[in-house]
Antibody, heavy 116, light 107 residues
Framework: QIQLVQSGPELKKPGESVKISCKAS????????MYWVKQAPGQGLQYMGW????????TYADDFKGRFVFFLETSASTAYLQINNLKNEDMATYFC?????????WGQGTLVTVSS | DIQMTQSPASLSASLDEIVTITCQAS??????LAWYQQKPGKSPQLLIY???SLADGVPSRFSGSRSGTQYSLKISRLQVEDTGIYYC?????????FGAGTKLELK
């Protein structure tokens, strides 16, 4: 069955970097793009952008240009979200979601806590 | 960017009651709208896609409709397991945008 399994929770200090993984299984990884969604504590869902898993080209929503990086390890069917120079406002749960089928498949979410 | 104005922000309803949640798009998005339910600590679950199509495994008490740029999610007979937060999402153009969410509780 189709699964997206994300890496575990992270505790980081402001200014550090964090890398979140999203490992896909149950389908051909390069046939579907991977999207990223942010959910701050007690808040709604925010679209971050997506990465074309066939070409590796990322597309970022305006609020996520600069410190946020989407990349792939195609051989491992894994997509990554890296956040550089972490800020307090980056504290959130981050979800990956597969394109096609209207985001029927989501990872379980990865909580990133930013605290000095 | 397309704005999705979702209402109400919160809703309290009784078992077997009919519940309706709406999203107003800031411009034409055709049928490029989906509805999701999110339970605490969980990922969103797809309920409706293409504005009116029921996702696999979703109970038939859920339905979606469209009138121009206004989209509605209807729960025909509210059940205990329907509590949670509901979001609309437009996929007509990038960036895709979510509504702010509707928190549904049992009265």
């Amino acid at each position: 069955q189709i699964q997206l399994v994300q890496s575990g929770p992270e505790l980081k200090k402001p200014g550090e970097s964090v890398k979140i993984s999203c490992k896909a299984s149950g389908y051909t990884f390069t046939n579907y793009g991977m999207y990223w969604v942010k959910q701050a504590p007690g808040q709604g869902l925010q679209y971050m952008g997506w990465i074309n898993t066939e070409t590796g080209k990322p597309t970022y929503a305006d609020d996520f240009k600069g410190r946020f990086v989407f990349f792939l390890e195609t051989s491992a069917s894994t997509a990554y979200l890296q956040i550089n120079n972490l800020k307090n406002e980056d504290m959130a749960t981050y979800f990956c979601a597969r394109s096609g089928n209207w985001f029927a498949y989501w990872g379980q979410g990865t909580l990133v806590t930013v605290s000095s | 960017d397309i704005q999705m104005t979702q209402s109400p922000a919160s809703l309290s309803a009784s078992l077997d009651e009919i519940v309706t949640i709406t999203c107003q798009a800031s411009q034409d998005i055709g049928n490029w709208l989906a509805w999701y339910q999110q339970k605490p600590g969980k990922s969103p679950q797809l309920l409706i896609y293409g504005a009116t199509s029921l996702a696999d495994g979703v109970p038939s008490r859920f339905s979606g409709s469209r009138s121009g740029t206004q989209y509605s999610l209807k729960i025909s007979r509210l059940q205990v397991e329907d509590t949670g937060i509901y979001y609309c999402l437009q996929r007509y153009s990038a960036p895709n945008t979510f509504g702010a969410g509707t928190k549904l509780e049992l009265k």
